[in-house]
C-alpha cells in the first residue's frame, strides 16, 4: 500500500519562504506522477504544482503560483518537494501530496489514487 507522509509547513510571514515535502513509501516515486493541492477552509482542493514523471521534464504549476513555487523530486530519497517563495495571504490551506500511476491533466486531484495527510501552511505576520 503505498504511503505518503507530508512535512515542512508551518507559519510564515509573508514574503516567507517554505519547502514542503513528501517522503514516499512501499513504492518507486520515480515512475508515479506526483501533484501538489491544498485546501483552504470553505474552498475546493485546487491543484497547485505537478510533475508527470521523473522520466519527463513536464511540470505544471496553477497561475496564482507560478514564478513563485517549483516541484522537484529526488529519486535517491523517494521524496518530493514543493519549495514556496514569497508567500501571499492567498496561500495558507493544508498542503497534500498525492501519487497516481500516470495521469495528465496533473492538476486535477480527481485523477489521484493516494494521498498524504497533508501539512498546514500559516500566513501571517
Known amino acids: 500500500q503505498p504511503r505518503l507522509v507530508e512535512s515542512g509547513g508551518g507559519l510564515v510571514q509573508p514574503g516567507g519562504s517554505l519547502r514542503l515535502s513528501c517522503a514516499a513509501s512501499g513504492f518507486p516515486l520515480y515512475h508515479y506522477t506526483i501533484g501538489w493541492f491544498r485546501q483552504a477552509p470553505g474552498k475546493e482542493r485546487e491543484g497547485v504544482s505537478c510533475?508527470?514523471?521523473?522520466?519527463?521534464?513536464?511540470?505544471s504549476y496553477a497561475d496564482s503560483v507560478k514564478g513563485r513555487f517549483t516541484i522537484s523530486r529526488d529519486n535517491a530519497k523517494n521524496t518530493a518537494y514543493l519549495q514556496m517563495n514569497s508567500l501571499r495571504p492567498g496561500d495558507p490551506a493544508v498542503y497534500y501530496c498525492?501519487?497516481?500511476?500516470?495521469?495528465?491533466?496533473?492538476?486535477?486531484?480527481?485523477?489521484?489514487?493516494?494521498w498524504g495527510q497533508g501539512t498546514q501552511v500559516t500566513v501571517s505576520s
Open positions: 498525492a501519487v497516481v500511476g500516470y495521469f495528465d491533466p496533473c492538476l486535477d486531484p480527481a485523477g489521484y489514487d493516494d
Open positions: 510533475s508527470l514523471s521523473s522520466s519527463e521534464a513536464s511540470t
